[in-house]
């Protein structure tokens, strides 16, 4: 039986989790799958906003640490209609409260921020069973077990602590991206790289869309959209970059050449990625000695804050049981009692406009830039 807090699942709202437990002087072991910290990419950036990623980030103590992680000037926001004209152009000026970072950097801040063997890599769940009283066994695909009375569920959309407490699974939400990269853009692709300028950029048309982040360096990361059914990517050969990109490329015809160059022009091959999510407002009754957290807990179309609930809820409960160390069902109560209602809010800021009912291009850039840059400044 462990006497720490076990976390599964070592992303940000994971590790958030054992850092504020470990400035409360509370144990907790981390179980990730992965191999080690550099099994695979990171992700983009991430702008971490005052409202919920930097108070998280104040109660792991990291608020100076993160401060040397920022990018400057990210914060830039472009707009641009499908043929080039620009809608909208805004300066970083340093007012944002969204600063932008590197997720992998993020990451590794949080895991150079814990003791020597918190995180327990190559650990991946297989199958979690209740024991009863509050107890779960967890067993790893390498036959080994562990039994806990503190069970947290930080892995993910695919959770595998999930059905402890919920039958919920995610759906698709009748949109998948494309992802590519496009490296030393300013000399290799200096079209591209003068229209995304030096933060963000999007652009709209109804049920297609293009966003790009300048990451560290000259970078460009670009997510192309696309409301289609499963099956419409089933039948699209991405072990063929090539083709891949070529029949991705169609569905913007007539669009300006410097914003598809995105697409045509990238460097590594095009990854799809189905965008999935819960029910809005999942929820569950009360299980001793096991929560969620995160996408595991309440996975949404992506809308910038994902990350930030993640950590957030990960601080939130690290607090919680440290404000109620004699009592793990208390704590863990008001952690979900705070949720749900956090969550849910977060998931319904698209609700109106899920990729099944793609509306007007005009009617979700109004929203996306609220979302993105705050009120008042749609153009």
């Not at 920022?70 to 340093?94: C, N, Y």
């Not at 009692?337 to 979700?364: C, I, K, N, Q, V």
Request: one cysteine or more; hydrophobic letters at 40%; aromatic letters at 6%.
């Amino acid at each position: 039986m462990t006497t720490d807090v076990t976390i599964i699942g070592a992303g940000l709202g994971g590790l958030t989790l054992a850092r504020v437990l470990h400035v409360h002087g509370i144990p907790a072991t981390v179980y990730e799958a992965e191999a080690s910290p550099a099994a695979r990419p990171q992700g983009g950036l991430l702008d971490i906003h005052d409202h919920n990623g930097r108070l998280a980030l104040e109660a792991a103590g990291l608020t100076d640490e993160f401060r040397g992680l920022i990018l400057e000037g990210r914060q830039a926001m472009r707009v641009l209609d499908p043929d080039g004209t620009v809608l909208f152009d805004k300066a970083d000026d340093g007012t944002g409260g969204r600063p932008e970072v590197q997720r992998g950097e993020l990451r590794q801040l949080l895991l150079g921020s814990l003791p020597a063997g918190t995180v327990r890599w190559g650990h991946k769940v297989s199958g979690v069973r209740s024991l009863g009283e509050g107890r779960h066994e967890v067993t790893f695909a390498d036959g080994g077990t562990l039994v806990t009375g503190a069970l947290v569920g930080a892995d993910g959309a695919w959770s595998r602590v999930r059905p402890l407490l919920s039958s919920a699974t995610p759906r698709y939400t009748g949109k998948s991206v494309v992802e590519t990269y496009l490296f030393d853009a300013d000399v290799r692709h200096p079209a591209a790289a003068k229209t995304v300028g030096g933060g963000a950029l999007i652009a709209l048309a109804p049920g297609r869309e293009l966003f790009a982040h300048r990451e560290r360096g000259d970078t460009l990361h670009a997510y192309v959209g696309l409301v289609e059914p499963r099956e419409w990517f089933a039948a699209i050969d991405f072990t063929d970059a090539a083709l891949a990109t070529a029949r991705i490329a169609r569905e913007f015809d007539g669009w300006a050449p410097e914003l598809t160059a995105l697409l045509t022009e990238c460097d590594l091959a095009p990854v799809l990625r189905p965008l999935y999510a819960l029910p809005t407002g999942h929820r569950w009754d009360r299980v001793p000695g096991v929560t969620l957290l995160g996408d595991a807990a309440h996975l949404s179309i992506p809308n910038g804050e994902g990350a930030n609930l993640a950590m957030l809820d990960g601080a939130e409960l690290g607090k919680a049981l440290a404000a109620h160390p004699d009592d793990i069902e208390a704590a863990l109560t008001a952690h979900e009692r705070a949720m749900f209602p956090r969550g849910a809010e977060a998931a319904a800021l698209f609700a109106d406009t899920e990729a099944d009912e793609p509306g007007s291009g005009g009617d979700r850039l109004g929203e996306l830039l609220t979302l993105l840059t705050g009120p008042g400044e749609t153009p």
